[in-house]
């Protein structure tokens, strides 16, 4: 079970590029990066997700390095709305049922 | 697309009392999901079913926790009986398949137990 670790906050201002970083040390072959963002009183969101090299959607992009063992999630040009959790999450492409959501990065977002 | 539907939002008990709670998933999605998530925490999961059948209930507290998803559609999970620590969002997810899927969450049922 790959164990992820992120920092547990961040702050930024309105139009600037935030990167979130997740360390997962022990990921494993079959292992995918999948990020969510969760807005108080709401379920989590999809956001992203990769296996390796570079991964980019139209709200994010995702960097994974050759090892994989950290992979970061880049924000572009944040706005007040982006204010949320933010988790990373490492599981195995057969299936989803070791995939655990950890404490997440809570990235506020000032004027 | 209808999204995961979830209800009741809201429900306040008594410890040592029953409650349950309805998922009806995105319609199509074989995998389903129910989380657990305690103020301040990341949600935690306490059973996978593939279909009807349960591929992961390991973080489950089989005690005091049941779900069910009958016919491979819709779920229940029911707490006999509750505790203080109960206490929590109930998140429901539906996903395609297993694998690397996407999960859709609903927008969960919040729990208090006094």
């Known amino acids: 079970l790959a164990k992820t670790t992120q920092p547990i906050s961040m702050d930024s201002y309105e139009g600037q590029e935030v990167n979130i970083t997740c360390s997962h040390n022990n990921i494993a072959t079959n292992d995918y990066i999948t990020w969510y963002q969760q807005f108080p009183s709401q379920g989590p969101r999809f956001i992203i997700q990769?296996?390796?090299t570079k991964v980019t959607n139209e709200v994010a992009s995702l960097f994974i390095p050759a090892d994989r063992k950290s992979s970061t999630l880049s924000l572009p040009r944040v706005s007040l709305s982006d204010t949320a959790v933010y988790y990373c999450l490492v599981g195995d492409m057969q299936n989803n049922n070791d995939m655990r959501f950890g404490a997440g990065t809570r990235l506020t977002v000032k004027p | 697309e209808a999204g995961v539907a979830q209800s009741p939002r809201y429900k306040i008990i008594e410890k040592r009392q029953s409650v349950a709670f309805w998922c009806n998933p995105i319609?199509?999605?074989?995998?389903l999901y129910w989380y657990q998530q305690i103020l301040g925490q990341g949600p935690k999961l306490l059973i996978q079913?593939?279909?009807?059948?349960?591929?992961?209930d390991s973080q489950l507290p089989k005690d005091r926790f049941s779900a069910e998803r009958l016919k491979g559609v819709d779920s229940t999970l029911k707490i006999q009986p509750a505790k203080l620590e109960d206490s929590a969002v109930y998140l429901c997810a539906s996903s395609l398949g297993r694998g690397p899927y996407e999960q859709y969450f609903g927008p969960g049922t919040r729990l208090t137990v006094t």
């Open positions: 319609s199509g999605h074989a995998t």
């Open positions: 079913f593939q279909n009807n059948g349960v591929v992961d």
């Open positions: 990769g296996y390796k």
